[in-house]
């Protein structure tokens, strides 16, 4: 099981969660990629589910009843690869050759050879399915496992991801927990002006879901709510995390320009020097 650590959870996870938003700055820097607006809204839930909430051995990486995590929104895995390491799956080392030739660590999120990533994700739309899978066949099976999924709100465009959520209420799937990361912006646009979400929640409640709605960059409020799952006993339980794209980097925040723009050399100084100043 990964130790919890001294201080308290919000403490631990936000230092995770600074540790995580510089490493995907310099990530994207080295290797010119794109996602990083992408990446850091969904830094402060990756870093608190990895440290309080899921039960995952590093050392035992297949170990077959942990908890399963699936980053449905796949291009957002320079997060993924810099909390796996972190928590000690594989060395920090690799993180520097991210998204580079002969690099393991793909440039959407990628399982072979690289161990604490379940599965291969980034055809948008196909995670919650996956998640959904894995939660009937822990349920058969009889173990203890849980599955969390974290999903863009763009893929809330997605029919497939629809059918998915259809799914889970029917077989009463209530290990199953969907995060839906709705920081408001999708790759060309605002989601209001793309494909208006809303009423997001009241969707996935009329679905089935047992449904809260949380500031996602709260680490009060994620614990508050991850530590209730399931929320309703026999339903699966969805999170609708209000985020921020780009947070944590003030000039990147709530800018479509940053779901593909990578950082420069001197906007990279100007984001680490802004992070270390979160300490």
């Known amino acids: 099981m990964i130790p919890v650590g001294h201080g308290s959870e919000s403490g631990r996870s936000a230092d995770l969660a600074r540790r995580i938003r510089r490493h995907v700055v310099g990530m994207t820097h080295r290797a010119k990629s794109a996602h990083v607006g992408s990446a850091l809204s969904i830094a402060d839930i990756v870093a608190f589910v990895y440290q309080e909430i899921l039960r995952v051995d590093p050392g035992r990486p297949d170990w077959p009843d942990r908890d399963r995590f699936i980053l449905s929104k796949g291009h957002g895995c320079a997060t993924l690869y810099a909390v796996l ?47 959904c899978g894995m939660a009937l066949a822990g349920k058969r099976d009889q173990r203890r496992y849980r599955a969390f999924v974290v999903l863009s709100d763009g893929e809330c465009d ?67 709510v991850l530590r209730t799952v399931p929320f309703v006993p026999g339903r699966p339980s969805c999170v609708v995390a209000h985020t921020v794209k ?10 479509v320009l940053w779901h593909y723009r990578p950082p420069s050399g001197e906007e990279l100084a100007q984001a680490l020097a802004e992070l270390d100043g979160e300490r």
């Open 246 to 255: 780009g947070k944590g980097v003030s000039f990147m925040e709530n800018q």
């Open 158 to 224: 997605e029919g497939s991801t629809w059918e998915a959520v259809l799914f889970a209420p029917h077989h009463r799937l209530d290990n199953l927990v969907a995060i839906v990361d709705y920081n408001k912006i999708q790759s060309f646009g605002t989601v209001p002006d793309v494909l208006n979400l809303e009423p997001l929640g009241a969707k996935w409640t009329a679905f089935g879901w047992a449904v809260r709605e949380i500031d996602g960059h709260d680490a009060s409020e994620i614990s508050r």
């Open 85 to 131: 390491a972190e928590r000690g799956f594989f060395p920090l080392q690799w993180l520097e050759s991210f998204y580079q030739d002969n690099s393991l660590l793909a440039g959407h999120a990628t399982h072979d050879g690289v161990p604490g990533v379940e599965v291969s994700t980034g055809s948008l739309g196909h995670g919650l399915s996956i998640a």
